[in-house]
């Protein structure tokens, strides 16, 4: 067991919270069913111990009257239907399906899910019938105002403040180390600080099973915020790592980059709580200033590349800076409502919004079925969990009352604390939940020898067991909490019987457990025996595709032979959000990893390079306008020039999808093109540009758009060697039987 404030107030808090309750609805409120008391008890136990909600306080609040309105739902439909057995086992199907499913809307959702399962779980688990759905929803709305008061009252730090926390380091220290390397000063020790702020923002990021971010617009903000920053230190380390000393370029990508260091230590104080604005218009006018200098390169052709490469920095850190900030001021609600309609639009893919629906709760609700909508798949971790987890509870309640045992709560209480996302990890989970509980009966029947079933006793040892239940998740091993929680459930049962029921309590608990944990070891391996691994195999797949189809349009976009924006940046989104959740539910999964992580990260890193190159070529056009006519052999240059550049990212876009189709086990391994091969010379359209530049007659915007593509494409080349081992072996290990 490890030592947590947190934890600890979390424990003092529910041990106040709980045993107060108790106290309040068996002594004196009393209820001859005990109804109240029951599910005011497990009401308060799972709001204050197994909800973490994330914002401000009206956040919060408005969270927790959510969840007790969803709550309160599930509680009077599992009431309504537990008299019959084939009908509440057919009714647990949707019920359990949406609430699992729910929690792709994001972090808060996501958080309730253990809480509104459980309200469900005990309504429909425990005998009663229509006349006792008062008592059961007074219990459960009384627990949820006093644990909703005590959550306000001592707050404790979710993944959201930390997720900022860790985003402000990140793009403080690449702000430092852009300084740096703009003055000509080693980086190394600059370099190694924004390196291991950027891992760390990844970690913190990954570090729950669903990602710290919802569909709020705010939340989405603060998504894009980390994945921008990631994508700024991959820029900077190649920028600074000795291919392109940004020291000696010119004055005006030297500018660029001062302010893009400026605006990232804005966006850093703002992450942190500062009231300001970043200095956005002053780099949009320093990236300006650029443009206007785009005919100040030489006339030798690798002085040309080198010159341009430094300028394609330059420009690309600057728009990440910016996108960084812009995305902070949505996150940290300082941007004003037109910004974010328009942010919508980018993030859902959403027709505009009139004054009067902007912001409103139905276009909240349209933004959540439409998401929801893309989740509906079998790629979508959210979507198989929640098959799979319906069917397990459907199955837990069937055999609960066929078996005819005493408490039918407990066996479906077992098989959902035991489900896992495969069988293996469910396995484990199973014969750790049972010694947990037994180790707690023994303890339990122990200690209820020692001290007998007196009221006096049972009410002195009561906050000592919740404390101790509520303490342990995430402090100490699982069969500890188990254990506790048995223990709890020993001593409060014996309060709940006038009489006392002793040991006995314990000797139900296991077998009930017992028979819980054998249904989430059937559904595991009949339904997802291999858990999330083949799934981040087919997101990765889905993310290569969509983002090579993505890439596409932004270059015709970017050299202007397409008309209309492109159309195919949701799709690449969605599919990068649906991998971002299949790679949390694997590292998520217990045991040990069959897939290297090393290699898992240099293909997730691939899709979201290849995501964002595309999204910077989709951006606004770097140049535009003409510098005069062309005579007839500028034309042709520009046009055989841009037909390079297109069919290089044609040549990209079958690299990633044959790429895909490796990782999905439908192709042959993928070689390295032997055009961007280690050591190869200048890449043959990157001679076509710099011939271009010194054709006479062409339009400065023509040449340095073709740059600008040129560049883009340049740094995609050179990442195509160290992502096809990664996806051979990920490849390998999926043509594996499951059980190996």
């Not at 959702?109 to 006349?131: E, I, K």
């Not at 902070?328 to 027709?351: F, K, N, S």
């Not at 964002?612 to 005579?631: E, F, N, V, Y």
């Amino acid at each position: 067991m490890t030592w947590s404030t947190s934890a600890a107030i979390r424990a003092v808090r529910a041990t106040i919270v709980v045993t107060g309750l108790f106290a309040l609805t068996l002594e004196v409120i009393g209820d001859q069913q005990k109804q109240m008391c029951l599910f005011a008890t497990f009401g308060a136990l799972s709001t204050v111990v197994f909800t973490d909600f994330g914002g401000t306080r009206r956040d919060v609040l408005l969270a927790q009257l959510g969840l007790a309105g969803t709550a309160g739902l599930a509680v009077t439909i599992g009431t309504l239907v537990n008299q019959n057995v084939w009908l509440a086992a057919a009714v647990t199907i949707p019920v359990a399906f949406a609430i699992f499913f729910a929690g792709v809307i994001g972090p808060n959702a996501a958080g309730a899910t253990s809480t509104a399962l459980l309200a469900y779980v005990l309504a429909v688990a425990s005998p009663g019938t229509a006349d006792t759905i008062g008592s059961r929803l007074a219990g459960w709305w009384l627990a949820s105002a006093v644990s909703t008061a005590a959550i306000l009252l001592v707050p404790t730090k979710n993944p959201g403040d930390r997720l900022r926390a860790s985003a402000a380091t990140a793009a403080s220290a690449l702000g430092r180390q852009l300084r740096a390397a703009v003055r000509g000063a080693p980086v190394v020790a600059e370099t190694q600080a924004s390196l291991a702020a950027t891992n760390a923002l990844g970690e913190t990021f990954d570090a729950t099973p669903y990602r710290p971010t919802g569909l709020a617009t705010a939340d989405q903000a603060m998504a894009n915020v980390v994945q921008v920053l990631q994508w700024c230190g991959t820029l900077t380390a190649d920028a600074t790592d000795g291919h392109a000393e940004l020291g000696g370029a010119v004055a005006a990508d030297r500018e660029l980059l001062g302010v893009a260091a400026d605006v990232l230590e804005d966006t850093a104080a703002l992450l942190s709580g500062a009231d300001l604005r970043p200095g956005i218009d002053r780099l949009e006018s320093a990236r300006a200033t650029r443009g206007a200098h785009r005919r100040d390169l030489p006339d030798d052709p690798d002085a040309v590349r080198v010159a341009a490469a430094q300028a394609y920095r330059a420009q690309v850190i600057a728009i990440a800076a910016r996108t960084a900030a812009a995305d902070t001021l949505i996150a940290t609600r300082h941007e004003d409502p037109e910004v974010i309609a328009a942010e919508r639009l980018c993030w859902y893919g959403l027709p505009e919004e009139g004054p009067r629906h902007r912001g409103s709760r139905l276009a909240g609700l349209r933004d959540g079925l439409g998401v929801a909508s893309r989740y509906a798949s079998l790629r979508s971790v959210w979507f198989l969990n929640a098959v799979r987890g319906s069917v397990a509870l459907a199955i837990a309640v069937a055999v609960a009352d066929l078996t005819g045992v005493e408490h039918r709560f407990w066996v479906v209480l077992g098989t959902l604390s035991a489900l896992r996302t495969n069988a293996t990890a469910t396995g484990a989970t199973a014969w750790r939940a049972l010694a947990g509980t037994t180790l707690g009966f023994a303890v339990g029947g122990a200690l209820l020898a020692a001290i007998g079933t007196g009221p006096l006793a049972l009410w002195t040892v009561l906050p000592v067991a919740v404390f101790v239940a509520t303490y342990t998740p995430g402090t100490a091993p699982f069969v500890l909490g188990q254990a506790a929680f048995t223990l709890t459930n020993v001593v409060a049962f014996n309060l709940l019987t006038a009489a006392g029921s002793g040991w006995h309590v314990g000797a139900v608990r296991v077998a009930d457990v017992g028979i819980g944990c054998a249904v989430s070891l059937f559904v595991a391996t009949l339904f997802w025996p291999r858990g999330a691994g083949p799934l981040v195999a087919d997101n990765l797949a889905d993310a290569f595709r969509a983002g090579a189809a993505y890439l596409v349009q932004g270059v015709d976009w970017a050299l202007g032979l397409r008309r209309d924006e492109p159309d195919t940046a949701i799709g690449a989104v969605t599919a990068g959000t649906r991998l971002d959740d299949a790679l949390r539910g694997y590292l998520a999964e217990q045991g040990s990893k069959r897939l290297s992580k090393d290699d898992l990260w240099r293909l997730v890193l691939a899709t979201m390079r290849l995501r964002l190159t595309a999204h910077s070529l989709a951006g606004p056009r770097l140049a535009t306008g003409s510098a005069g006519p062309a005579d007839d052999a500028g034309e042709g240059s520009v046009d055989a020039t841009s037909e390079r550049l297109r069919q290089r990212a044609a040549d990209l876009a079958d690299f990633y999808g044959r790429l895909a189709a490796e990782l999905e086990g439908a192709g042959p391994s993928v070689e390295v093109r032997p055009d961007v091969a280690p050591g190869d010379a200048i890449a043959a359209e990157n001679v076509a540009v710099a011939e271009l530049m010194a054709t006479d007659g062409v339009a400065a915007p023509a040449v340095w758009n073709a740059l600008w593509v040129h560049e883009h494409l340049h740094q995609l080349d050179t990442n195509e060697e160290e992502i096809i081992g990664p996806a051979e072996r990920l490849a390998a290990i999926r043509a594996q039987p499951w059980w190996r």
